[in-house]
T-cell receptor, first 108, second 118 residues
């Protein structure tokens, strides 16, 4: 069964304190791994697509990496505006399955 | 500014009532997904369509949920009869054909319909 597991469930960091979020997956025929950001009361917003092990993508303070079994979202020197829920998802042929997300809170 | 539009934004109803949620996908997108989000389960895939044809609705309770795309500009999710355990935020998302090699796989989400069943 296709599955996405994210850890930790919640993370509180001081502003400027770098950390990483984990996404482990089992899927038959991975076609892509995605990271989304979700703010309270909003729908998820797309951040990155990763296709193969070793690939990396960056956007501002965020960097996503991919191995054969997991992906990491690294957050460098975060700011309070980076507080959100970060969702990982995988594409299994023609459908996209999401993990439960990591709630990130950056304290000023 | 193209966006996915969902209605209603908020719905409070009593157990046993019929609920219909509507979604207008982004013009030109041929893939539509329905998800349900709760704190316990996260985002659960309920059903999805490509070119208006249902591909998979195995995530939905078949006896009470139904999803349709009457035309390319409208997707509907209906619950009849509704139950308290259906309380959640329901998201619609649209995108381009995921089986196309040139597609990034990005989905565009609406702002959700928050359903409360009393």
């Amino acid at each position: 069964e296709d599955q996405v597991t994210q850890s930790p469930e919640a993370l509180r960091l001081q502003e400027g304190e770098s950390s990483s979020l984990n996404c482990s997956y089992t899927v038959s025929g991975l076609r892509g791994l995605f990271w989304y950001r979700q703010d309270p009361g909003k729908g998820p917003e797309f951040l990155f697509t990763l296709y193969s092990a070793g690939e990396e993508k960056e956007k501002e303070r965020l960097k996503a990496t991919l191995t054969k079994k997991e992906s990491f979202l690294h957050i460098t020197a975060p700011k309070p505006e980076d507080s959100a829920t970060y969702l990982c998802a995988v594409q299994a042929y023609d459908k996209i399955i999401f993990g439960k997300g990591t709630r990130l809170h950056i304290l000023p | 500014d193209a966006r996915v539009t969902q209605t209603p934004r908020d719905k409070v109803t009593e157990m046993g009532q019929e609920v219909t949620m509507r979604c207008q996908p982004i013009l030109g997108h041929n893939t539509v997904f329905w998800y349900r989000q709760t704190m316990m389960q996260g985002l659960e895939l309920l059903a999805y369509f490509r070119n208006r044809a249902p591909l998979d609705d195995s995530g939905m309770p078949k006896d009470r949920f139904s999803a349709e795309m009457p035309d390319a500009t409208l997707a509907t999710l209906k619950i009849q009869p509704s139950e308290p355990r259906d309380s959640a935020v329901y998201f619609c998302a649209s995108g381009l054909d995921l089986t196309s090699g040139s597609n990034t796989g990005e989905l565009f989400f609406g702002e959700g319909s928050r359903l409360t069943v009393l």
